[in-house]
């Protein structure tokens, strides 16, 4: 049984250029969570998703933020035109149901030069 | 914003019990509380939840007090590898989505 799989685990951008972070699923579930960590910090709710939808988006920062969640395929967190603050450990978690308990993955680490 | 808050450090000597306290004073009727470790920057792993009752799993216990405003979890056997940071979360529900609300952790150091 895998478990939740983020990649890349590291990633590297310098201001302003696309960060594009992928979530795969645990076998099975089909409810999605991002979170965000920043160093010291505990984790902070950005976005719920199922197959399609988004649910509960209102951890997300009004611009530059997207989450998707596709019939096929991972979910996908995308940060346009990063800054130096977006640098953090972006978790994502699933469930089979959404009143289950979160499984999360390794983690991506963004650094933004 | 946080609806736990425990004690930022603790030491616990490895093959003793390991109690960690969380106040939640403002959680709901129908909040839960969940408890999830982090070890070395890795993805938070799952322990336990709870409402009401006192709760056991082959990882920990879980002790809610009557009036829940807080709880412990217990470690009965601490080991090395249990040297993480936990966290007290509450499961909110916010409009009809169930999200958790992480506090900033207790980092747990197992002494040998």
């Known amino acids: 049984n895998a478990g939740v799989m983020q990649n890349p685990r590291h990633l590297v951008r310098r201001r302003g250029q696309e960060a594009r972070l992928r979530c795969s699923p645990m076998?099975?579930?089909?409810?999605v969570y991002w979170y965000r960590q920043l160093p010291e910090e505990g984790l902070k709710f950005m976005v719920y998703?199922?197959?399609?939808?988004?649910?509960?988006e209102s951890g997300m920062p009004k611009e530059r933020f997207s989450a998707e969640f596709p019939k096929e395929g991972p979910s996908i967190l995308r940060i346009q035109q990063v800054v130096r603050g977006d640098s953090a450990a972006y978790f994502c978690?699933?469930?089979?149901?959404?009143?289950?308990?979160?499984?999360f993955g390794p983690g991506t680490r963004l650094t933004v030069l | 914003d946080a609806k736990t808050t425990q004690p930022p450090s603790m030491d616990c000597a490895e093959g003793r019990a390991a109690n960690l306290p969380c106040n939640h004073s403002?959680?709901?009727?129908?909040?839960?509380v969940y408890w999830y470790r982090q070890i070395h920057s890795q993805g938070p792993q799952y322990i336990i939840h709870?409402?009401?009752n006192n709760e056991t799993n082959e990882m920990a216990s879980l002790i809610i007090t009557e009036d829940r405003k807080s709880s412990t979890l217990i470690l009965p056997h601490a080991t090395l590898r249990d040297t993480a940071v936990y966290y007290c979360?509450?499961?909110?529900?916010?409009?009809?989505?169930?999200?958790?609300?992480f506090g900033t952790g207790t980092r747990l150091k197992v002494l040998a």
């Open positions: 978690a699933s469930s089979p149901e959404f009143l289950d308990e979160q499984f």
């Open positions: 076998k099975g579930h089909s409810h």
């Open positions: 998703l199922q197959k399609e939808n988004i649910i509960d």
């Open positions: 403002t959680i709901s009727g129908n909040e839960y």
């Open positions: 709870g409402l009401k």
């Open positions: 979360i509450v499961r909110v529900d916010d409009s009809g989505t169930y999200k958790y609300i």
